[in-house]
């Protein structure tokens, strides 16, 4: 079968097998120093023209709701996919895990994954696989919008133009990328010993590497030195009097 050629402008998400990725999703909400992400599944599904539509609920296991002909007002929604307490908020991911029967040809089928009126994306594919949305672009993200997230699928269209392809959805899913800071590294100023300083190890270093710490030419600042007064060692005092001495002997000797 071959499918007609689309409208230009149209926006369409391409279905891309999930790949390993580090650091894989983590199951909790890890509260440690550094950047995380999560994986939330839905712990709620309802449906309109859907058959076993509990199927999509909580984590991909191959059980799916389906749909013999997705129509117009026939929708899947899935909610109740919870959140985590702590951390900056990078990146809120919403994705779908489905399949349709044809996805070119006469009978091509569309599918629309709307997140809570955030982003949508039009998607379609015969391979079983997962179709990922981005919800963070400007926003500002925060745990309680996370928990509220909602995720609709429904009909994109029939390109084709016939409708007779069916669909299945296997799971959804909310990935959330977030950061603990190391409150470690901030500087309190504190010294557990008050009588001893704390040492700068860092005047051990070699200084030829440290050029913040070679002596300042403040010629090259424009600051001015005329005021500086300069003390002379012991052993220049000495050499004055010395100086002086032969000076009053000459004079002295002088008719």
Do not use: K
């Not at 580090?22 to 023209?49: K, L, N, W, Y």
């Not at 919870?82 to 951390?87: H, Q, R, S």
């Not at 603990?180 to 901030?186: F, K, N, P, S, T």
């Not at 590497?209 to 030419?217: G, I, K, S």
């Amino acid at each position: 079968m071959t499918g007609r050629a689309r409208p230009p402008g149209r926006r369409r998400s391409v279905l891309v097998e999930p790949v390993e990725v580090e650091p894989e999703p983590e199951s909790d909400c890890p509260t440690d120093p550094g950047v995380h992400r999560v994986e939330f599944a839905a712990g709620s599904i309802r449906a309109d023209g859907w058959e076993s539509a509990s199927s999509a609920e909580g984590e991909a296991d191959g059980a799916e709701a389906h749909s013999e002909n997705v129509d117009a007002g026939e929708y899947l929604h899935a909610s109740g996919f919870g959140a985590c307490g702590e951390g900056r908020i990078q990146i809120v991911e919403l994705g779908v895990r489905s399949r349709t029967q044809c996805d070119s040809g006469t009978y091509e089928l569309d599918l629309v994954m709307d997140g809570g009126g955030m982003a949508s994306t039009t998607f379609g594919s015969t391979t079983l696989g997962w179709t990922t949305l981005d919800l963070t672009a400007d926003r500002n993200c925060t745990w309680d919008g996370v928990a509220d997230v909602e995720a609709t699928v429904g009909l994109g269209e029939h390109p084709g133009g016939a409708r007779d392809s069916d669909a299945w959805v296997d799971a959804f899913r909310l990935e959330v990328t977030y950061v603990i800071d190391d409150e470690a590294l901030v500087d309190t100023g504190e010294s557990g010993d008050e009588d001893e300083p704390p040492v700068d190890t860092a005047l051990e270093e070699d200084e030829e590497d440290r050029p913040d710490r070679r002596p300042r030419d403040l010629s090259e600042v424009g600051e001015d030195v005329s005021g500086c007064a300069v003390v002379p060692s012991p052993g220049g005092w000495l050499g004055l009097l010395l100086a002086g001495v032969v000076g009053g002997t000459r004079r002295r000797g002088s008719p």
